[in-house]
């Protein structure tokens, strides 16, 4: 029942529901996402998010629901054949390989997620074209160990652009960033959006979400409770309580 | 050779020894399970706890328990010094301990054993008391006094730990370090002193421990081999950090291998209880009464 | 890449010479029985590191398989009359598969838990070696070797000229993985699972595969010991020692570069064989005991992050 | 380590590095002789001295330490040659002994080998030294020579014939009326060893063997095994255990019982020999029919068996290890008095003519006369079973005087006669 008009969704979750034990996580979660749309994610703690993330990803298997993405159904698929297809994620705590150095942790990506059959010349050409867009370019031999908070949350960016995601998911990438850290992600996620590249973006700081977002779904105890374009969201009184209310 | 009177003697008996291997595993519990400590000189401290008794048993006659308690304040110190070494190697480097901290504690068992050599010799001790040698008669059913001072020890020394982490402040504090380092900062206290407090008690909890090991059965210098598997058998089936799952896992591990050895031989008891160990990992690897975040 | 593959080629090819020429020209017995030993030990570390190393997977099962290659020979000797190459190949078919056995049954587990399951593996195979009594079971084998093949003299120098064979071949693959997109993978996996698993990494796929090779080499590794100790036990197969001391070397030698285990395996099993026929005591243990402590303690990365540390931590890919 | 072992090691040891220098060049252990002419006789072997054999390799070094210091004082061999000792650790294992003989045969180029105590460890020298045409004086293992076939190798064991030891405590168990057996056997080499044979000798006596187990070396409570064991109701009990799990057998028995059907129980205990072991058990030793190879009764003292008695006690207590050291010591000195009269006899070291003169004579050792059958083993089993009677808890030195332990058989050596059933010997 799509609309002729309407492109076809990039992403397409349907009737996903996702539990732990007796505890619902997600119930019955439906949602369209066109190409190169940016999506905006938003709820209290504990509201489901991180958990929609990694039902997106594959990290978790999902009872009943489906994933389709670019028209395939990727459910029974794993994380890394999902990476491979294009839905590539950031961590809400980075999570780097700390024994490499930044370049390698991007090699990895590279090596296992590229779509072609490049050369190893190409695969560093890639690497440093992608580092120096997140301004990473001087720490492409730095052990990925030593890198600052800020300088992680963009190594995590990179690595991910490294696969040639169509989706991105960024879960929190500002968390515990100093406002102009923030703008400085927030210009990269706006940049890779100039470029085709489909995102959707955790936060909790509502200004990155309004000014980045076309539109923002709200989850709360594993539902949606709001969807529509970020100052409709910001308008309802269900959000406003669910935010005041925990 | 089938009968309902061995079937539930090896039942019987199979409980009294699981509770046995409950005590000796109970240490790792909290320093394993607790702590994430791949303790695996644990065995090593119960021989050397072992000995210990013995040395008081034969030299100042005290009887195995109360020396098995008489130790306890003194293998609380060491433990004590022990994390406090494993913490400067490992923990403070904010490096993971893993392999390493298994090749560290396999150095300290190898330093151990030879020690126990040097000092008492290659050749098996065992300890005497009034409870070794004597068995409960009930009927036709005889129980040997050992496996009923084990069963004993075993319950209070579980329910105790359980009470002590439930009740006490330091004990809350122990089970919150397992769980999030963060909110126990919040509580005021300092992870290092809890972590090494529980190592210390862990390593308390041995003294005890080797005192019914000797009592059960004889020790010598290398006895430890033959218990690095079994305890973190017990401890890992059980789930991490549970001091009444461990005592059950313990007991269903010996019930397991007293019925295979009297109803199938004895020669296929070891294979059993690992494949069951095994079995457990596979389907449900946080253990039978894990805690899994 | 391509001129430091020409100097490990050329140096793999000058080490056989050099023992191929050993065997045919030193008389004394005695190098080839202490360097068999050392030898087996490289190749048992190297072997090890492929999954314990790179993957970080701790298999504390390495006498599972040493002893499994080792009671496979004895096996195919005693049913068939086997010649050594073809126990070799059954012994590294056969631990592939037991490899491939252990990946899948520790597919779920991580950290100890895999290690502990080994552990377990161990006990289990032990049990029914035991319990074989085709194999001789609980009181042992003694098995007569065939007459030596040419140009070899001596069965031992034969066994020690096969060992130094597998040695190459079990650095050459550790090599190629660590300088392949496998090795990569492993390093990322064994770094963080999960973010190697959302980078595009097959996690669970590298895991199986290490396994394998790993599996695969230890095996192999074992079944000439067979014919070098013409006698097989469950309790000498089966020792512990095999498992602590491959790993010690391992991690005394350092883990992150191919090399290491090398090193780790000639230091320690050198000074193992050295202290047999000197201190000869419960010294012995003592040694490895003080060693393993103070390395893990001193020197965290081995003696191959020791090294990079006093180059000033600037190293190629080789 | 007691400083009398290892002073004269580290003699050798610094001989040891001046010879590995030139130790490229082959030299066969024959050729050797006239350069060693002048220097002592070196005798070279390996015993276990860490992992789970190293009690009884302790013992069995000093016994054979005594000797050596005995046939020094004496002015040593061919003329005034001392005898050295060349000892390595093999740590109980296999795999140890194939480079440490090699090292001895050709680096340290000893002049005559013993073996290490125990089956495993030899069981891989064994093709070894046949190939080499080599010597090799046997230490306590159980029919390592039956496959290889080497008409060089002489055990020091008392076994005799591979069934004569099962045979002789079935005897005893027909004797006093059993009509089956049971069989409880560890899962390691000697005890199924010991297993294997005791089930070829009941078949051919058609014994009905009604319970027949082996327990894993781990066993920690016999409590169930014993109970199963005693379901079935059997006349002779027949154990082939290790130390630790013989404890742990005689405490469930006493703990259990083993019900009044027993004639006789034990037989092959290892550990019922170890003063250590004897005095932990005390009163559960009693009624206990074990083989033993050597004990303080009156039939079994020979030329110079008190005397080094009196020497081994003094010296063990010293390097803390057996106080009684009956089972090895005496063996492992009676090992170097054998080699002492075939090299005083034959007058040279030659390997071949000390063999010859080994196989075809009875040798006269403090335990007793030994005469070797062509396999290298004991002519005629020398092996004791004796029962224990009067034991009381807590007291090593029981074991010293008589009647403590009395000899059933063999014959020759008896002291007194069987108390059965089992249940009425224990009182």
């Given at each position: 029942?799509?609309?002729?008009?309407?492109?076809?969704?990039?992403?397409?979750?349907?009737?996903?529901?996702?539990?732990?034990?007796?505890?619902?996580?997600?119930?019955?979660?439906?949602?369209?996402?066109?190409?190169?749309?940016?999506?905006?994610?938003?709820?209290?703690?504990?509201?489901?998010?991180?958990?929609?993330?990694?039902?997106?990803?594959?990290?978790?298997?999902?009872?009943?629901?489906?994933?389709?993405?670019?028209?395939?159904?990727?459910?029974?698929?794993?994380?890394?054949?999902?990476?491979?297809?294009?839905?590539?994620?950031?961590?809400?705590?980075?999570r780097p390989f700390r024994s490499m150095t930044v370049?390698e942790n991007?090699?990895?990506?590279?090596?296992?997620?590229?779509?072609?059959?490049?050369?190893?010349?190409?695969?560093?050409?890639?690497?440093?074209?992608?580092?120096?867009?997140?301004?990473?370019?001087?720490?492409?031999n730095v052990s990925a160990a030593s890198l600052s908070?800020?300088?992680l949350?963009?190594?995590?960016?990179?690595?991910?652009?490294?696969?040639?995601?169509?989706?991105?998911?960024?879960?929190?990438?500002?968390?515990?960033?100093?406002?102009?850290?923030?703008?400085?992600?927030?210009?990269?996620?706006?940049?890779?959006?100039?470029?085709?590249?489909?995102?959707?973006?955790?936060?909790?700081?509502?200004?990155?979400?309004?000014?980045?977002?076309?539109?923002?779904?709200?989850?709360?105890?594993?539902?949606?409770?709001?969807?529509?374009?970020?100052?409709?969201?910001?308008?309802?009184?269900?959000?406003?309580?669910?935010?005041?209310?925990? | 050779?089938?009968?309902?009177?061995?079937?539930?003697?090896?039942?019987?008996?199979?409980?009294?020894?699981?509770?046995?291997?409950?005590?000796?595993?109970?240490g790792l519990?909290v320093s394993f399970g607790l702590l994430d400590v791949p303790h695996v000189a644990h065995p090593a401290f119960l021989v050397l706890a072992?000995y210990?008794?013995?040395?008081?048993?034969?030299?100042?006659?005290?009887?195995?328990?109360?020396?098995?308690?008489?130790?306890?304040?003194v293998f609380f110190v060491f433990g004590l010094a022990a994390y406090r070494l494993y913490y400067e190697t490992f923990e403070k480097r904010g490096s993971d301990a893993g392999v390493r901290g298994i090749a560290f504690f396999f150095g300290v068992a190898f330093i151990i054993e030879v020690l126990i050599i040097l000092q008492?010799?290659?050749?098996?001790?065992?300890?005497?008391?009034?409870?070794?040698?004597?068995?409960?008669?009930?009927?036709?059913?005889?129980?040997?006094?050992?496996?009923?001072?084990?069963?004993?020890?075993?319950?209070?020394?579980?329910?105790?730990?359980?009470?002590?982490?439930?009740?006490?402040?330091?004990?809350?504090?122990?089970?919150?370090v397992a769980?999030?380092e963060?909110?126990?900062?919040?509580?005021?206290?300092d992870p290092l002193k809890v972590k090494q407090w529980a190592f210390g008690i862990a390593t308390a909890?041995l003294?005890?421990?080797?005192?019914?090991?000797?009592?059960?059965?004889?020790?010598?210098p290398i006895?430890d081999r033959?218990y690095i598997g079994?305890t973190f058998?017990?401890v890992?089936?059980?789930?991490?950090?549970?001091?009444?799952?461990?005592?059950?896992?313990?007991?269903?591990?010996?019930?397991?291998?007293?019925?295979?050895?009297?109803?199938?031989?004895?020669?296929?008891?070891?294979?059993?209880?690992?494949?069951?160990?095994?079995?457990?990992?596979?389907?449900?690897?946080?253990?039978?009464?894990?805690?899994?975040? | 890449?391509?001129?430091?593959?020409?100097?490990f080629?050329?140096g793999?090819?000058?080490?056989?010479?050099?023992?191929?020429?050993?065997?045919?020209?030193?008389?004394?017995?005695?190098?080839?029985?202490a360097g068999?030993v050392i030898l087996q030990f490289i190749a048992l570390a190297v072997a090890w590191s492929i999954l314990g190393g790179y993957a970080g997977y701790v298999n504390f099962g390495t006498s599972?398989?040493y002893?499994?290659?080792?009671?496979?020979?004895?096996?195919?000797?005693?049913?068939?009359?086997?010649?050594?190459?073809?126990?070799?190949?059954?012994?590294?078919?056969?631990?592939?598969?037991?490899?491939?056995?252990?990946?899948?049954?520790?597919?779920?587990?991580q950290g100890i838990f895999f290690s502990i399951?080994t552990i377990?593996?161990t006990?289990?195979?032990?049990?029914?070696?035991?319990?074989?009594?085709?194999?001789?079971?609980?009181?042992?084998?003694?098995?007569?070797?065939?007459?030596?093949?040419?140009?070899?003299?001596?069965?031992?120098?034969?066994?020690?000229?096969?060992?130094?064979?597998?040695v190459?071949?079990a650095v050459?693959?550790s090599r190629?993985i660590q300088n392949?997109?496998?090795g990569r993978?492993l390093q990322a996996l064994r770094d963080d699972e999960?973010?190697?698993?959302?980078?595009?990494?097959?996690?669970?796929?590298?895991?199986?595969?290490a396994?394998?090779?790993s599996?695969?080499l230890l095996?192999?590794v074992?079944?000439?010991?067979?014919?070098?100790?013409?006698?097989?036990?469950?309790?000498?197969?089966?020792n512990l020692n095999y498992s602590v001391t491959t790993l010690a070397m391992s991690l005394i030698g350092g883990t992150a570069h191919w090399s290491g285990p090398i090193i780790g395996a000639i230091l320690l099993g050198t000074t193992q064989q050295l202290l047999t026929v000197t201190i000869s005591s419960e010294v012995n243990v003592l040694v490895l005991g003080l060693m393993l402590v103070l390395f893990v303690v001193g020197a965290p990365q081995g003696i191959i992050g020791l090294v990079g540390r006093l180059r000033g931590k600037k190293e190629g890919g080789a | 380590m007691?400083?009398?072992?290892s002073?004269?090691?580290?003699?050798?040891r610094?001989?040891?590095l001046?010879?590995?220098?030139?130790?490229?060049?082959?030299?066969?252990?024959?050729?050797?002789?006239?350069?060693?002419?002048?220097?002592?006789?070196?005798?070279?072997?390996?015993?276990?001295q860490t992992g789970?054999?190293?009690?009884?390799?302790?013992?069995?070094?000093?016994?054979?330490?005594?000797?050596?210091?005995?046939?020094?004082?004496?002015?040593?061999?061919?003329?005034?040659?001392?005898?050295?000792?060349?000892?390595y650790d093999?740590k109980?294992s296999?795999a140890e002994?194939?480079?440490?003989?090699?090292?001895?045969?050709?680096?340290?180029?000893?002049?005559?080998?013993?073996?290490?105590?125990?089956?495993?460890?030899?069981?891989?020298?064994?093709?070894?030294?046949?190939?080499?045409?080599?010597?090799?004086?046997?230490?306590?293992?159980?029919?390592?020579?039956?496959?290889?076939?080497?008409?060089?190798?002489?055990?020091?064991?008392?076994?005799?014939?591979?069934?004569?030891?099962?045979?002789?405590?079935?005897?005893?168990?027909?004797?006093?009326?059993?009509?089956?057996?049971?069989?409880?056997?560890?899962?390691?080499?000697?005890?199924?060893?010991?297993?294997?044979?005791?089930?070829?000798?009941?078949?051919?006596?058609?014994?009905?063997?009604?319970?027949?187990?082996?327990?894993?070396?781990?066993?920690?409570?016999?409590?169930?095994?014993?109970?199963?064991?005693?379901?079935?109701?059997?006349?002779?009990?027949?154990?082939?255990?290790?130390?630790?799990?013989?404890?742990?057998?005689?405490?469930?028995?006493?703990?259990?019982?083993?019900?009044?059907?027993?004639?006789?129980?034990?037989?092959?205990?290892?550990?019922?020999?170890?003063?250590?072991?004897?005095?932990?058990?005390?009163?559960?030793?009693?009624?206990?029919?074990?083989?033993?190879?050597?004990?303080?009764?009156?039939?079994?003292?020979?030329?110079?068996?008190?005397?080094?008695?009196?020497?081994?006690?003094?010296?063990?207590?010293?390097?803390?290890?057996?106080?009684?050291?009956?089972?090895?010591?005496?063996?492992?000195?009676?090992?170097?008095?054998?080699?002492?009269?075939?090299?005083?006899?034959?007058?040279?070291?030659?390997?071949?003519?000390?063999?010859?003169?080994?196989?075809?004579?009875?040798?006269?050792?403090?335990?007793?006369?030994?005469?070797?059958?062509?396999?290298?083993?004991?002519?005629?089993?020398?092996?004791?079973?004796?029962?224990?009677?009067?034991?009381?808890?807590?007291?090593?030195?029981?074991?010293?005087?008589?009647?403590?332990?009395?000899?059933?058989?063999?014959?020759?050596?008896?002291?007194?006669?069987?108390?059965?059933?089992?249940?009425?010997?224990?009182?």
């Open positions: 029942m799509t609309s002729s008009d309407a492109p076809a969704p990039l992403l397409r979750i349907s009737a996903l529901t996702k539990r732990f034990g007796g505890f619902t996580a997600l119930s019955n979660v439906s949602v369209d996402i066109r190409p190169g749309e940016r999506f905006g994610l938003i709820g209290p703690n504990g509201s489901g998010k991180t958990t929609l993330i990694n039902c997106i990803s594959g990290v978790f298997r999902t009872e009943p629901g489906t994933v389709l993405f670019g028209g395939e159904d990727v459910t029974p698929l794993q994380p890394h054949q999902r990476t491979r297809r294009g839905i590539s994620r950031s961590f809400q705590i980075p370049a991007l090699m990895v990506a590279l090596d296992f997620a590229a779509h072609e059959h490049v050369s190893v010349g190409q695969r560093q050409d890639s690497m440093m074209s992608i580092l120096t867009q997140m301004g990473l370019g001087s720490k492409a908070q800020v300088e949350r963009k190594m995590e960016l990179a690595r991910a652009m490294a696969t040639h995601p169509k989706l991105l998911i960024s879960d929190e990438a500002m968390a515990g960033l100093s406002s102009s850290e923030v703008d400085e992600v927030l210009d990269l996620l706006l940049s890779l959006a100039g470029r085709d590249i489909t995102i959707i973006m955790i936060e909790h700081i509502m200004q990155a979400v309004m000014r980045f977002s076309e539109r923002v779904m709200c989850l709360d105890a594993g539902r949606i409770i709001a969807l529509g374009t970020p100052t409709e969201v910001m308008a309802d009184r269900r959000v406003q309580e669910a935010y005041l209310g925990t | 050779m089938f009968s309902l009177d061995l079937l539930l003697d090896a039942v019987v008996i199979g409980v009294l020894l699981g509770c046995f291997y409950g005590a000796v595993s109970l519990s072992s210990a008794v013995y040395f008081l048993n034969e030299h100042y006659a005290v009887d195995p328990l109360v020396a098995g308690l008489l130790i306890t304040p008492f010799g290659v050749d098996q001790r065992s300890v005497t008391a009034d409870y070794v040698g004597k068995a409960w008669r009930f009927g036709d059913f005889r129980i040997p006094y050992r496996l009923l001072v084990a069963f004993a020890v075993a319950t209070v020394l579980t329910v105790l730990l359980t009470l002590y982490l439930s009740k006490t402040f330091m004990g809350r504090a122990i089970r919150a769980q999030d963060v909110a126990l900062r919040l509580m005021g206290a909890v003294g005890i421990a080797g005192a019914l090991l000797i009592i059960v059965a004889p020790v010598d006895l033959a079994r058998c017990v890992v089936m059980a789930g991490l950090g549970s001091m009444s799952g461990t005592l059950v896992a313990a007991i269903i591990l010996g019930v397991a291998e007293s019925i295979v050895l009297t109803l199938f031989g004895a020669s296929w008891a070891p294979a059993i209880s690992f494949a069951m160990l095994l079995g457990v990992l596979a389907v449900r690897p946080q253990g039978l009464f894990g805690r899994r975040s | 890449m391509t001129r430091n593959s020409m100097a080629w050329t793999a090819a000058v080490f056989l010479a050099a023992v191929f020429v050993m065997t045919q020209v030193v008389g004394n017995q005695y190098p080839f029985f068999y599972a398989f002893g499994v290659g080792v009671y496979s020979s004895v096996f195919l000797v005693k049913a068939f009359g086997a010649p050594l190459p073809l126990q070799i190949l059954a012994a590294a078919a056969i631990g592939a598969l037991m490899g491939l056995a252990l990946g899948v049954l520790t597919l779920r587990m399951a377990a593996l006990i289990i195979i032990e049990t029914a070696i035991t319990n074989w009594r085709y194999v001789g079971g609980a009181a042992g084998i003694q098995i007569q070797r065939p007459p030596v093949t040419a140009p070899f003299e001596n069965y031992v120098q034969m066994l020690f000229f096969v060992q130094a064979l597998l190459v071949l050459a693959i190629y392949s997109w496998i993978g999960l973010a190697a698993e959302c980078t595009g990494v097959p996690t669970l796929r590298l895991r199986l595969l396994c394998v090779i599996g695969a095996c192999a074992g079944a000439p010991a067979a014919m070098y100790l013409q006698y097989a036990d469950p309790g000498s197969a089966f | 007691s400083k009398k072992v002073k004269p090691r580290s003699i050798s610094r001989r040891l001046a010879t590995a220098g030139a130790a490229l060049a082959a030299t066969p252990l024959g050729v050797n002789l006239l350069r060693a002419q002048q220097g002592p006789i070196r005798i070279g072997m390996s015993m276990p789970g054999l190293a009690g009884g390799g302790k013992a069995s070094l000093l016994g054979i330490e005594i000797w050596r210091d005995d046939v020094n004082a004496k002015g040593g061999l061919l003329g005034g040659r001392k005898v050295e000792l060349v000892v093999d109980s296999a002994t194939p480079a440490i003989y090699s090292k001895l045969i050709d680096v340290d180029k000893v002049d005559l080998l013993f073996a290490p105590y125990a089956t495993v460890p030899t069981a891989p020298i064994m093709p070894m030294v046949k190939q080499r045409g080599l010597l090799l004086m046997g230490n306590f293992s159980f029919q390592v020579n039956s496959k290889v076939g080497h008409d060089m190798w002489f055990n020091n064991a008392p076994w005799g014939p591979a069934d004569s030891w099962a045979s002789s405590f079935l005897d005893i168990g027909q004797k006093a009326g059993g009509k089956s057996m049971a069989l409880l056997a560890a899962d390691q080499e000697f005890a199924q060893n010991l297993a294997k044979t005791a089930r070829e000798v009941a078949a051919q006596r058609k014994l009905p063997v009604v319970f027949d187990q082996a327990y894993p070396p781990s066993t920690v409570e016999f409590s169930s095994i014993i109970r199963a064991l005693k379901a079935t109701k059997p006349d002779i009990v027949y154990v082939a255990s290790y130390p630790p799990d013989s404890t742990g057998i005689l405490r469930a028995v006493n703990e259990i019982g083993i019900g009044d059907s027993v004639k006789v129980f034990g037989g092959g205990m290892v550990g019922l020999q170890f003063g250590a072991v004897m005095e932990n058990m005390g009163s559960l030793l009693n009624g206990v029919v074990n083989y033993n190879t050597w004990l303080p009764e009156k039939s079994m003292y020979f030329d110079g068996t008190k005397e080094f008695f009196d020497k081994y006690t003094k010296r063990a207590v010293e390097a803390k290890i057996d106080p009684l050291g009956y089972y090895l010591a005496p063996f492992g000195y009676a090992s170097g008095q054998m080699i002492e009269q075939a090299i005083g006899k034959v007058g040279s070291l030659d390997q071949k003519a000390l063999a010859k003169y080994l196989r075809e004579n009875t040798h006269k050792t403090i335990v007793g006369p030994i005469a070797f059958s062509a396999d290298g083993e004991r002519k005629e089993t020398a092996v004791l079973q004796a029962q224990f009677r009067g034991v009381v808890d807590k007291n090593m030195e029981q074991f010293r005087s008589s009647g403590k332990q009395v000899i059933l058989f063999p014959d020759s050596l008896k002291s007194g006669e069987l108390v059965a059933p089992f249940e009425a010997a224990r009182k």
